[in-house]
């Protein structure tokens, strides 16, 4: 089973940049679809952005798209999310998931629930 733990949150002004990374535990991340989620304060865990466990398929939340970027290196069984244009709407504890996943379509690679291993989040504060 894959542990998983993200890294490179904190405090960023609008318009700055961060990247988080997850790393992973174990010889079978190659093998596993990734997700990242966040959750706000008092709201529910929100699909961020997936990429399939060959990169092949990525897809983002349309809040982010042309703003953030998915990469994965399964050599070093890392899976990073590249965070452009802060805005303070996403300040949020950030989440990377790890899934296996037959079809890749939104219905299905967007549901938190049809991810079974989570890392720990790491917070990402953006400040106005």
């Known amino acids: 089973q894959v542990q998983l733990v993200e890294s490179g949150g904190g405090l960023v002004q609008a318009g700055g940049s961060l990247r988080l990374s997850c790393t992973a535990s174990?010889?079978?991340?190659?093998?596993?679809?990734m997700g990242w989620f966040r959750q706000a304060p008092g709201k529910a865990r929100e699909f961020v952005g997936f990429?399939?466990?060959?990169?092949?398929?990525?897809y983002y939340a349309d809040s982010v798209l042309g703003r953030f970027a998915i990469s994965r290196d399964n050599a070093k069984n890392t899976v990073s999310l590249q965070m452009n244009s802060l805005k303070p709407e996403d300040t949020a504890v950030y989440y990377c998931?790890?899934?296996?996943?037959?079809?890749?379509?939104?219905?299905?690679?967007?549901?938190?629930?049809?991810?079974?291993?989570w890392g720990q989040g790491t917070q990402v504060t953006v400040s106005s």
């Open positions: 998931a790890a899934g296996s996943f037959i079809t890749y379509t939104s219905i299905y690679v967007n549901d938190p629930l049809r991810y079974n291993r």
């Open positions: 990429i399939s466990r060959s990169g092949g398929s990525i």
């Open positions: 174990g010889r079978t991340f190659s093998t596993y679809d």
